[in-house]
């Protein structure tokens, strides 16, 4: 039986507040039912395996359907068949051409119409009785070939009001050659005022199924399955055990109290002395001082950050000029380059390699620098997992943050939800703004066993390595001369945007979003003649690719107050490292 028959079987007892204690299948109950009332005497206290008790046909006739149940006392099975009361209504009404109800009252008053009458009736509903006997055959068939092979029945008991019709019964002992058993009452079961009513006494066939359901919540059963939901049990329990939990809530209650009182009594015995208000008011007078020192503290540090912001805007119209310069130019020389042989030096590149496959090249289509607010709006969800599954950052650690730098925590969804809100209005601080910059491209690097690789790994193995890498030449503007410089970024940033150590150009987790499959596609220098004869093939192998990297444009200005921000050890390392040209691996 399914979870949803079960609740939509319970919910009307439920809204009027019945609580349902047993559930059982209309099979199960029947066998309850025989087995405490006319098997009792039959059944002996243990079974003898080499002479068990014979087997027992129960044929409980429904309005859809029959349920055969077989048990020999100790065991039971059971199968459903969709022949009922039902289907000989319709026969007559099929047979004897008249309406439904009519054909049901000649059903339920058989017994009182006249011999035509009656013979028309059998006549009508014979197929029925054959469908029925060829069900039983069938049921008997595959139990005694497949369940129990040595089984003996010796005979059929017939339940339902459908039993009562003329000739069934007869008919089915001549044709499965099994004694049926039609019972008129129940032994076990007492109460004068109603075994002997006439309307039990008329019904007494159909009342095996909530007898012995019956019987189960009694505990009188042999069979105790329950198919009441675990849930309603547990939430059945839980109001049980209210009263107690609201007893043991109030003891508790009641502890606390005397445990308040005690404690209020010892703090009302100790009373205040003047000295002790004295004192009082000596605290107070010092705590008002060291406020109003505080304030004007505050008020000479909100004035020297309005100096200092005025002296960096100053600066930044000299500096800031540079940042995008430096930034094409860092991404432009980390883009690979076909070395030329000695002898094609004063050639073009498609002459001396004219196999574009073999050229060191990569094509940029485009380029889009996108302001955000923060660098966390953009390093989460699928670029966090990218950036976790590149070269890089496997080696920085799997799942570990890009270096010098805490890892994001995980997006929930009240996180998603308040970035998704318009924030129009709303000031953004500069310090943790910044640009997620998107490069689009592809390259023909795909034969196999190119040297540097394929696909997405020639991109990471020269690209994305060198943004990691490579350092490049800066001029600063406080003393006209040119520097080295990293590119990536490897300084800490607290929750304010100060950034502490080397922060280089300000780029951070360059990783490939996107990585298309290798396919063919026509030669774009299909046609195009060379000088040393090679023949272009008419298709080339492509990949595509999206590569991703937070920038935060950073001045010169800027690289000098993280590196005095850093730790004594640490910026003098930065500081030395600057100075020789050197270059650390990225962590």
Same mark, same amino acid.
């Given at each position: 039986?399914?979870?949803?028959?079960?609740?939509?079987?319970?919910?009307?007892?439920?809204?009027?507040?019945?609580?349902?204690?047993?559930?059982?299948?209309?099979?199960?109950?029947?066998?309850?039912? !025989?087995?405490?009332?006319?098997?009792?005497?039959?059944?002996?206290?243990? =079974?003898?395996?080499?002479?068990?008790?014979?087997?027992?046909?129960?044929?409980?006739?429904?309005?859809?359907?029959?349920?055969?149940?077989?048990?020999?006392?100790?065991?039971?099975?059971?199968?459903?068949?969709?022949?009922?009361?039902?289907?000989?209504?319709?026969? !007559?009404?099929?047979?004897?051409?008249?309406?439904?109800? %009519?054909?049901?009252?000649?059903?339920?008053?058989?017994?009182?119409?006249?011999?035509?009458?009656?013979?028309?009736?059998?006549?009508?509903?014979?197929?029925?009785?054959?469908?029925?006997?060829?069900?039983?055959?069938?049921?008997?068939?595959?139990?005694?070939?497949?369940?129990?092979?040595?089984?003996?029945?010796?005979?059929? !008991?017939?339940?339902?009001?459908?039993?009562?019709?003329?000739?069934?019964?007869?008919?089915?002992?001549?044709?499965?050659? !099994?004694?049926?058993?039609?019972?008129?009452?129940?032994?076990?079961?007492?109460?004068?005022?109603?075994?002997?009513?006439?309307?039990?006494?008329?019904?007494?066939?159909?009342?095996?199924?909530?007898?012995?359901?019956?019987?189960?919540?009694?505990?009188?059963?042999?069979?105790?399955?329950?198919?009441?939901?675990?849930?309603?049990?547990?939430?059945?329990?839980?109001?049980?055990?209210?009263?107690?939990?609201?007893?043991?809530?109030?003891?508790?209650?009641?502890?606390?109290?005397?445990?308040?009182?005690?404690?209020?009594?010892?703090?009302?015995?100790?009373?205040?002395?003047?000295?002790?208000?004295?004192?009082?008011?000596?605290?107070?007078?010092?705590?008002?001082?060291?406020?109003?020192?505080?304030?004007?503290?505050?008020?000479?540090?909100?004035?020297?950050?309005?100096?200092?912001?005025?002296?960096?805007?100053?600066?930044?119209?000299?500096?800031?000029?540079?940042?995008?310069?430096?930034?094409?130019?860092?991404?432009?020389?980390?883009?690979?380059?076909?070395?030329?042989?000695?002898?094609?030096?004063?050639?073009?590149?498609?002459?001396?390699?004219?196999?574009?496959?073999?050229?060191?090249?990569?094509?940029?289509?485009?380029?889009?620098?996108?302001?955000?607010?923060?660098?966390?709006?953009?390093?989460? %969800?699928?670029?966090?997992?990218?950036?976790?599954?590149?070269?890089?950052?496997?080696?920085?650690?799997?799942?570990?943050?890009?270096?010098?730098?805490?890892?994001?925590?995980?997006?929930?969804?009240?996180?998603?939800?308040?970035?998704?809100?318009?924030?129009?209005?709303?000031?953004?601080?500069?310090?943790?703004?910044?640009?997620? =910059?998107?490069?689009?491209?592809?390259?023909?690097?795909?034969?196999?066993?190119?040297?540097?690789?394929?696909?997405?790994?020639?991109?990471?193995?020269?690209?994305?390595?060198?943004?990691?890498?490579?350092?490049?030449?800066?001029?600063?503007?406080?003393?006209?001369?040119?520097?080295?410089?990293?590119?990536?970024?490897?300084?800490?940033?607290?929750?304010?945007?100060?950034?502490?150590?080397?922060?280089?150009?300000?780029?951070?987790?360059?990783?490939?979003?996107?990585?298309?499959?290798?396919?063919?596609?026509?030669?774009?220098?299909?046609?195009?003649?060379?000088?040393?004869?090679?023949?272009?093939?008419?298709?080339?192998?492509?990949?595509?690719?999206?590569?991703?990297?937070?920038?935060?444009?950073?001045?010169?200005?800027?690289?000098?107050?993280? =590196?005095?921000?850093?730790?004594?050890?640490?910026?003098?390392?930065?500081?030395?490292?600057?100075?020789?040209?050197?270059?650390?691996?990225?962590?």
């Amino acid at each position: 039986m399914k979870r949803d028959q079960v609740f939509k079987a319970i919910k009307p007892f439920e809204e009027v507040g019945i609580a349902v204690e047993y559930i059982q299948l209309a099979p199960l109950a029947i066998f309850n039912c !025989i087995r405490y009332d006319l098997l009792e005497r039959e059944v002996p206290a243990e =079974i003898d395996p080499d002479n068990p008790p014979a087997w027992k046909v129960i044929l409980s006739v429904g309005t859809d359907t029959t349920d055969v149940v077989l048990t020999n006392g100790f065991r039971v099975w059971q199968r459903s068949v969709p022949l009922g009361g039902n289907h000989f209504t319709k026969a !007559i009404t099929k047979t004897l051409k008249t309406t439904f109800s %009519k054909a049901e009252h000649l059903k339920r008053n058989a017994q009182s119409i006249g011999p035509d009458d009656a013979k028309a009736l059998f006549k009508a509903m014979r197929p029925v009785y054959g469908d029925m006997v060829t069900e039983v055959q069938t049921s008997l068939r595959f139990f005694t070939m497949n369940v129990e092979k040595s089984a003996e029945v010796d005979k059929i !008991i017939a339940l339902g009001n459908a039993m009562k019709l003329p000739g069934l019964r007869k008919f089915l002992e001549q044709n499965l050659e !099994i004694p049926v058993l039609q019972i008129d009452g129940y032994d076990r079961l007492a109460g004068p005022s109603v075994v002997a009513n006439p309307a039990f006494k008329d019904n007494v066939l159909a009342f095996s199924t909530c007898y012995g359901l019956a019987l189960q919540g009694l505990k009188q059963s042999v069979l105790k399955t329950n198919l009441i939901p675990q849930e309603v049990h547990r939430d059945r329990m839980i109001e049980e055990k209210k009263p107690w939990a609201l007893a043991g809530a109030a003891a508790l209650l009641l502890g606390f109290t005397i445990n308040y009182g005690g404690e209020f009594m010892a703090w009302f015995g100790s009373r205040v002395t003047d000295e002790w208000k004295a004192k009082g008011g000596e605290a107070t007078t010092m705590k008002t001082t060291v406020d109003k020192f505080n304030e004007e503290r505050a008020a000479a540090e909100k004035a020297l950050e309005e100096v200092d912001k005025k002296g960096r805007n100053l600066v930044q119209s000299v500096e800031g000029r540079l940042l995008w310069p430096e930034l094409l130019r860092a991404v432009n020389e980390c883009l690979p380059r076909t070395p030329l042989p000695p002898e094609f030096k004063d050639q073009t590149i498609e002459s001396a390699v004219p196999d574009i496959s073999k050229r060191n090249d990569l094509h940029i289509t485009s380029f889009v620098a996108t302001p955000m607010k923060q660098y966390d709006q953009w390093f989460k %969800k699928d670029v966090k997992r990218a950036w976790e599954l590149s070269p890089a950052g496997v080696r920085a650690g799997a799942g570990a943050a890009p270096a010098g730098e805490e890892p994001p925590a995980e997006e929930t969804p009240e996180d998603a939800a308040a970035a998704a809100e318009d924030d129009e209005g709303v000031e953004v601080n500069p310090a943790l703004a910044g640009y997620k =910059i998107e490069i689009k491209g592809h390259h023909f690097h795909n034969e196999q066993g190119s040297p540097g690789g394929t696909g997405a790994a020639y991109v990471d193995d020269t690209l994305v390595k060198s943004l990691l890498e490579r350092e490049i030449e800066v001029f600063s503007p406080a003393d006209g001369k040119t520097k080295k410089v990293r590119i990536i970024d490897l300084s800490t940033m607290d929750a304010e945007g100060k950034r502490a150590g080397d922060a280089g150009l300000g780029i951070r987790n360059p990783v490939l979003t996107y990585k298309s499959e290798t396919r063919s596609v026509a030669n774009p220098a299909l046609g195009k003649e060379n000088t040393l004869g090679f023949k272009q093939p008419d298709t080339i192998r492509r990949f595509d690719f999206t590569l991703e990297f937070w920038w935060k444009p950073t001045t010169e200005s800027d690289r000098q107050r993280a =590196i005095a921000a850093a730790p004594p050890a640490e910026a003098d390392a930065t500081a030395t490292a600057s100075l020789n040209g050197t270059t650390n691996e990225v962590q």
